[in-house]
């Protein structure tokens, strides 16, 4: 099952305070960027954040939660979607514990030999 447009939508208007906020798609689920970095996934309707410490602070009860079915890496699910004050605060607490984004690697031209 992918995410629903309409959740993606509903999330981004959740967002729609803060400034830098972007979304890929990924095989029907999102990545959700803030100012260039990773902050959250969207994934069969449900709203995943990395564990981060302030993450964890601000969502002390919240489950963990993988990606996929039987996907190794654990997230933190927000189920408080409806609390826009809530995600803000989150995002922006968050920011400085995520990791920077990795340098794009420089696409070689067809003429380019290795």
Request: aromatic share 12%.
């Amino acid at each position: 099952m992918s995410t629903s447009k309409e959740y993606l939508y509903f999330i981004l208007e959740q967002l729609s305070e803060l400034d830098g906020i972007s979304y890929r798609i990924m095989m029907g689920e999102y990545i959700i960027y803030y100012n260039g970095k990773i902050s959250a996934y969207i994934c069969d309707d449900r709203f995943l954040v990395k564990p981060v410490p302030s993450a964890l602070k601000l969502l002390p009860d919240a489950e963990y939660d993988a990606i996929s079915e039987g996907g190794s890496k654990k997230l933190l699910r927000v189920d408080d979607v409806d609390n826009r004050g809530l995600l803000v605060n989150l995002f922006t607490a968050m920011y400085d514990e995520l990791p920077e984004p990795k340098p794009k690697k420089k696409k070689r031209t067809k003429y380019e030999i290795r």
